[in-house]
């Protein structure tokens, strides 16, 4: 047992449309240790959200190797993928993808409903968690009833509800304004300081800066894998 | 399972209209092939009673006239029953139940009770002609051995004769009725299954030949067979105008000489038809479902797609393939399980309704619809081969877009428009 999460070894991944292959991910190696918060940063088209997917086991890759708390990820069926996701990966998106015909209270326990725990019991955890964002009052609110920031709150705390051990934030904060993303930060230490793996791909500096280590992808490749130096850091800590 | 069906019933309430619009077209179906195999059943009813007034597999035996010369004798020739065609028949022809001589008297023969007077025709038969002929019996019997062999001057007559002729007694039995003067007492009263209004006066045969100078002539035969298909009824059939040929002297192929009514052959023929008529309407009936099944099947495709994102995040957050396929198809067997069952019932209970009225107009006279249409009625067996049409319709046309939404890429779905 390795005190890796995610370990990635040369991974390659291309995009066949029609006759033409489009090489995304040129062997990327990255290794995640239980408990970090990393950020990983990259213009549009430099492959970050295909790593992302690939962390999610949402799509498969063509090459290397991808250990999930050393187990390995391999092509499997969907059905497989389906219960790793479930048991494993948390989340989060830029438009927060609740579902909007059900309530705060519904969305959150819905992952709970693909584990058959009973609706009683679900929506009974599923409310201790709204609770833990703040949103117990707002819990028989349909999404569209919720500002931004307490729409990805609820996505938040339908992330946790599983008990994953890695948070997978796609651009969490983009569809917020600063004071929120602020919060909605916040938030995502909170849950790092519980011992839950926190990865956010975003293209936001100061939204990285609030991260351990910063990921910086170029066109497939890895350009920096830099640590957040303290000064930094510090600024997190005057923030919270 | 009671989750199961929150959560479909969660995402039908999203689109009650699109549902109630979907669902409609498969209520149609199964209204319309409830009606259609009702007003069947109706249309077979009807048929069934025509031949209510006899035995199912009886054969009516009428005497005419010989169109080929035969045996040195020439075409034109009359033939007549007498009672030794009844006894030769009665010995030779094999495979019968029951056999009866039948013999009308003369129309103009004035029957009266106390004052009243009427003219209604007199038939003379044999006991035996109570197991050929169904009568409700509502007083006392028919004609029995003893009546027929001690030429009793006994009546047995129709409710009818008791309303008009005498004055609706009470009590008809032991009554006597005049029969061109002379006293004939009534033993039963009976009611004819196929027309209540049926006015009708059975004597023995023997009494009547004896009174009425009738002497030995018979004018029909009726005879009842064991026979439960066609060919062996033709059988018999042959084997009989085999017998009277020989005796009567005619081709046993003259067409005219004796007319033979075979009523299974015309009950089985009947019966064919609408066995005809029945698979008709089933393939009616189904054409109209299938129709339904594309409708909801078409909706159901352009519901995936609007509900693409949904699927992908409840596929990002866990849910398996097989979930997703589930949910489709459970929704889609539930709007045409629910949709059909609201036809079945609409369907029901027009039937109901039809059969009431039809019933009322029946009982108020118009007696005729007896034999039309009667009894439309789909039974219990209809209703479950109706439900599982349903649920196999709605696993159909749920089947396509189910396959859709399991094959959802959460990527796809959730990536920003």
Avoid at chain 1, 19 to 47: A, P, Q
Avoid at chain 1, 202 to 231: C, F, M, P, W
Avoid at chain 2, 266 to 272: L, R
Wanted: proline residues 2%; aromatic residues 8%; positive net charge.
């Amino acid at each position: 047992m390795s005190d890796s999460i995610i370990k990635i070894e040369d991974l390659h991944k291309s995009y066949i449309t029609g006759k033409n292959s489009l090489h995304v991910l040129k062997g990327i190696n990255i290794d995640i240790k239980h408990g970090e918060m990393v950020s990983i940063m990259g213009s549009s088209g430099s492959g970050k959200s295909t790593l992302l997917n690939i962390l999610g086991i949402l799509d498969n890759y063509d090459e290397g190797a991808y250990f999930l708390n050393d187990i390995h990820i391999g092509k499997m069926s969907e059905k497989k993928a389906a219960q790793f996701r479930n048991k494993y990966i948390g989340f989060i998106f830029q438009s927060f993808n609740l579902i909007s015909f059900k309530t705060a209270l519904e969305n959150v326990a819905l992952p709970l409903y693909y584990q058959n725990i009973s609706r009683k019991k679900r929506n009974a955890i599923a409310l201790e968690y709204l609770d833990r964002m703040g949103l117990k009052e707002w819990s028989d609110h349909l999404p569209s009833e919720l500002s931004g920031g307490q729409k990805q709150r609820v996505a938040i705390a339908r992330a946790l509800i599983s008990k994953p051990k890695i948070i997978l934030a796609d651009e969490p904060t983009g569809a917020l304004d600063t004071q929120t993303s602020y919060e909605v930060m916040d938030i995502l230490h909170e849950v790092n300081r519980t011992g839950i793996t926190v990865i956010i791909v975003t293209h936001e500096t100061d939204i990285a800066q609030l991260t351990q280590r910063i990921i910086r992808l170029k066109d497939g490749i890895i350009e920096s894998n830099d640590y957040v130096t303290n000064e930094t850091v510090e600024s997190t800590t005057i923030l919270q | 399972m009671i989750d199961f069906l929150e959560e479909i019933f969660s995402t039908l309430k999203q689109n009650k209209l699109r549902a109630i619009m979907t669902g409609f077209s498969v209520s149609w179906g199964i209204f319309m092939l409830i009606i259609l195999l009702g007003s069947g059943k109706g249309l077979e009813h009807g048929m069934e009673h025509n031949f209510a007034d006899a035995v199912k597999n009886s054969i009516w035996v009428y005497s005419g006239q010989t169109s080929k010369s035969h045996d040195g004798l020439k075409a034109g020739r009359r033939i007549r029953f007498t009672n030794e065609d009844y006894e030769l028949l009665k010995r030779k022809l094999s495979g019968i139940d029951n056999i009866s001589g039948r013999l009308y008297l003369y129309d103009n023969l004035n029957i009266n009770y106390k004052n009243e007077y009427a003219n209604y025709q007199v038939t003379c038969v044999m006991p035996e002609f109570g197991k050929i002929q169904v009568m409700n019996f509502k007083k006392g019997r028919f004609i029995n051995q003893l009546d027929f062999k001690n030429f009793r001057k006994v009546v047995v007559i129709t409710q009818p004769v008791v309303d008009i002729l005498m004055k609706k007694e009470s009590n008809p039995i032991g009554k006597y009725i005049k029969l061109g003067g002379i006293p004939f007492k009534v033993v039963g009263v009976f009611e004819n299954p196929e027309n209540v209004k049926d006015i009708t006066l059975y004597i023995p045969l023997s009494t009547g030949q004896k009174v009425f100078n009738g002497g030995n002539r018979i004018r029909n035969l009726a005879i009842s067979t064991k026979a439960t298909t066609v060919e062996e009824n033709k059988a018999i059939e042959s084997q009989l105008r085999n017998i009277l040929a020989r005796k009567h002297r005619f081709d046993p192929d003259d067409e005219k000489a004796i007319y033979i009514n075979n009523t299974l052959e015309h009950f089985k023929q009947a019966q064919g038809a609408f066995a005809g008529i029945k698979g008709f309407i089933w393939v009616i009936g189904i054409m109209t479902i299938i129709a339904g099944i594309v409708g909801v099947s078409n909706i159901m495709i352009i519901l995936v797609k609007e509900r693409t994102k949904e699927i992908g995040i409840r596929k990002a957050i866990g849910a398996s393939p097989a979930s997703v396929i589930r949910l489709i198809l459970y929704e889609s067997v539930l709007i045409t399980g629910i949709a059909g069952i609201v036809g079945l019932l609409l369907g029901m209970g027009l039937l109901f309704i039809v059969d009431k009225v039809i019933t009322q107009m029946i009982e108020g006279g118009a007696d005729q619809m007896n034999y039309i249409f009667n009894h439309p009625q789909a039974d219990f067996n209809i209703a479950i081969s109706a439900t599982i049409i349903l649920i196999i319709a709605g696993l159909v046309a749920g089947y396509v877009p189910a396959k859709r939404a399991a094959a959802i890429k959460p990527i796809e779905a959730l990536h920003d428009e």
